[in-house]
C-alpha cells in the first residue's frame, strides 16, 4: 500500500532552511534547485504546493523561506 505524502508549506520553508544551513544551496538561488534534494516521484508534489502558495519556481529561495531571526552573538 502506497502512503500519500503531502508537502505543507512550512515543510518545504523547512527544508530550504536546512538546505541553505548545511550549504547544500544558497538562498539567492532559484527555488527550483531544491528539485536536486527532493526525489522526483515527490517533486510534483512539492511544485504543486509551492504554486499554491503563490510561489514561482524562479523565485528566490530566500523568498521561500522568508523572515530570518538572527540570534546575538
Known amino acids: 500500500m ?4 503531502h508537502y505543507s508549506i512550512d515543510l518545504i520553508r523547512d527544508e530550504a532552511r536546512h538546505l541553505v544551513q548545511k550549504g547544500a544551496i544558497d538562498r ?3 527555488i527550483y534547485t ?5 526525489p522526483a516521484r515527490e517533486w ?9 502558495s503563490g510561489f ?5 529561495v530566500a523568498d521561500l523561506m522568508g ?4 540570534d546575538n552573538d
Not at 2 to 5: E, F, G, I, Y
Not at 44 to 52: C, G, M, Q, R
Not at 56 to 60: A, E, I, P, S
Open 44 to 52: 510534483i508534489l512539492v511544485e504543486a504546493e509551492l504554486e499554491s
Open 28 to 30: 539567492h538561488q532559484p
Open 56 to 60: 514561482l519556481l524562479r523565485d528566490c
Open 67 to 70: 523572515r530570518e531571526d538572527w
Open 2 to 5: 502506497l502512503q500519500s505524502l
Open 34 to 38: 531544491l528539485c536536486r534534494h527532493i
